[in-house]
Nanobody, 115 residues
Framework: HVQLVESGGGSVQAGGSLRVSCTGL????????INWYRKAPGQTCELVPS???????SYSDSVKGRFTISRDNAKNTVYLQMNSLRSEDTALYYC??????????WGQGTQVTVS
């Protein structure tokens, strides 16, 4: 049974940093493609960074240079380090994985608020 559990969100002032985590249950994170998405009120869901099973990483232009995605296979966890946070980064952050073409496994989300 595949599950993803996000944690580490919270409130921070603009310019600050936060690290959110995505722990996989029932599957191996290191063998999987993992995406981080965010959803702000009134906005569409945005793909933020992704990390592929082969280690390929990509970032959206909105977070490039500020956010870093990484993976700890021993902990079966993917991290999203967010620096130089801005008010527009305020959103519910989700991680997701897939077992086919679609990212059909999602976590419950963790709230990040930047004031």
């Amino acid at each position: 049974h595949v599950q993803l559990v996000e944690s580490g969100g919270g409130s921070v002032q603009a310019g600050g940093s936060l690290r959110v985590s995505c722990t996989g249950l029932g599957f191996t994170v290191g063998d999987s493609d993992i995406n981080w998405y965010r959803k702000a009120p009134g906005q569409t869901c945005e793909l933020v960074p992704s990390i592929r099973s082969d280690g390929t990483i990509s970032y959206s232009d909105s977070v490039k240079g500020r956010f870093t995605i990484s993976r700890d296979n021993a902990k079966n966890t993917v991290y999203l380090q967010m620096n130089s946070l801005r008010s527009e980064d305020t959103a519910l952050y989700y991680c997701a994985t897939r077992d086919g073409a679609a990212y059909n496994y999602w976590g419950q989300g963790t709230q990040v608020t930047v004031s």
